[in-house]
């Protein structure tokens, strides 16, 4: 059976979260693709090499062939773009964050509910083998129990024209794009925060430099993003766990296949491992999206309140260092 899908959005990273993974699939046809500007849109089928057309997003939303949509648009239209797809019947890959606040999260994820559609924020790091292998060893008790967890995304964002990540009112900063990914690890693998405390640097309206410190389960947590150009040559993309036992450090977490290092630390040795022969994360990710689509009758394995608790998390952040709405 071929599924039929929709991009929302002429985006960046569609291209390699979406339509290359697509293709390798083979079962997927991607028949729309949403624009504002329609010539944009036809000039992005043409640079992909896709067999779609062009429309606005409500024709997307409510094209009577389209199955699932991958909406890649900027968090502050997610909840307007999603929720009419949901109603529609239409299974919603949503790029993250999800949505703009906790709010809206809920919004979208009641109606997921009352349309029986499937939807997925798409946090595509979760579901590559190495960071699976990162939390099998945490889960069996490699390091022994964890007090302590770290993580980081700091790279380089260029602040250009029409860059979103320096727009708050698109849902841009650093939490929003970056500290999302470490925040989203923490509370995966230990439970949602509490006691949070939080600091940024702010330029222009968002958080260029956010660190945060919260307690999850019985693990303190502290997360840290960056957008700032001393990063340019010198990324630093991690999470690292303190055992009774030793520590366990995954570099660069959020795109494995780009390279990675599992690190194992104990007071006697250093072992190093990279898992060569895994999907990408975005494959990964769409290989889960399309058989939780395939098999609406079982339970899926990530539920759809984790979107909301992920936004709620964000808010209290947010709350914390006094950028609150």
Not at 22 to 40: F, M, P, Q, S
Not at 116 to 145: N, P, S, T
Not at 239 to 249: C, F, P, Q
Not at 288 to 304: D, E, G, L, V, W
Request: proline content about 4%; glycine content about 8%.
């Amino acid at each position: 059976m071929t599924i039929k899908a929709a991009i929302l959005g002429a985006s960046r990273i569609a291209p390699r979260a979406f339509i290359t993974p697509a293709k390798a699939r083979g079962d997927i046809e991607i028949i729309a693709v949403g624009c504002r500007n329609l010539d944009r849109g036809a000039d992005y089928i043409s640079a992909h090499d896709l067999t779609a057309e062009a429309m606005s997003y409500a024709d997307v939303m409510t094209h009577a062939d389209v199955d699932i949509v991958y909406n890649a648009l900027p968090p502050a239209v997610h909840v307007d773009t999603v929720v009419p797809a949901l109603i529609a019947g239409k299974a919603v890959l949503c790029e993250k964050p999800f949505a703009m606040n906790t709010g809206q999260a809920r919004i979208m994820v009641k109606t997921a509910k009352e349309s029986g559609a499937l939807i997925l924020e798409a946090f595509h790091y979760q579901f590559h083998d190495a960071f699976l292998e990162f939390k099998r060893r945490i889960d069996r008790g490699d390091v022994g129990e964890v007090f302590a967890f770290e993580g980081a995304f700091n790279v380089v964002i260029s602040e250009t024209p029409g860059e979103l990540r320096f727009n708050r009112e698109l849902g841009g900063g650093g939490l929003m794009d970056l500290g999302c990914y470490p925040l989203h690890a923490a509370r995966t693998l230990f439970g949602e925060p509490t006691h949070i405390s939080a600091q940024a640097e702010i330029y222009r309206g968002v958080d260029r430099n956010l660190w945060a410190s919260m307690r999850c389960g019985d693990v303190d947590v502290r997360i840290e993003c960056s957008m700032d150009e001393v990063y340019r040559n010198d990324p630093h993309v991690m999470i690292m766990a303190h055992g009774e036992r030793g520590s366990l450090a995954l570099k660069n977490f959020v795109s494995p296949q780009n390279g990675h290092d599992l690190i194992h630390i104990t007071d006697s040795s250093i072992s190093h491992m990279e898992i060569i022969d895994s999907p990408t994360s975005y494959r990964a990710q769409l290989d889960y999206f399309i058989s939780a689509y395939k098999n609406k009758a079982r339970t899926p394995r990530i539920h759809p309140q984790d979107f909301v608790r992920q936004m709620a998390a964000i808010d209290a952040i947010y709350n914390a260092c006094g950028m609150g709405a």
